[in-house]
């Protein structure tokens, strides 16, 4: 089975407010089974504002913004995705693995 693939953006929970990346990955058109072909798509989390849209989740809808105002601040407190579907479709996330590496300010303490 094949079908229109769906757009992902990473989302980010940072300072208290929601973030979808503005990169986005797609999904293959291709229908995929149990046993694959998966696609890997990696991100390197990156603060800047340029990067990122604001994210509104109210009324069980997920809402896309216009880009924050200032740069991400805060701790990193939660991790999401949101897929737009053009069809009605699935996308599996089968793993997620965040890597995290030490402030270096904070390992000086």
């Not at 407010?17 to 990696?42: E, F, I, L, Q």
């Amino acid at each position: 089975m094949t079908g229109t693939p769906v757009v992902v953006r990473f989302a980010v929970e940072v300072g208290g407010g929601w973030y979808a990346s503005k990169a986005v990955y797609t999904t293959t058109p291709a229908g995929v089974t149990n046993t694959g072909p998966w696609d890997v798509r990696n991100m390197r989390f990156d603060p800047k504002a340029e990067n990122w849209l604001e994210l509104k989740l109210e009324d069980m809808e997920a809402k896309l913004g216009a880009a924050p105002s200032t740069d991400l601040t805060g701790d990193l407190t939660g991790i999401g995705f949101v897929a737009t579907f053009a069809q009605r479709q699935t996308v599996n996330f089968n793993f997620v693995e965040i890597i995290g590496v030490p402030d270096s300010a904070s390992s000086e303490e």
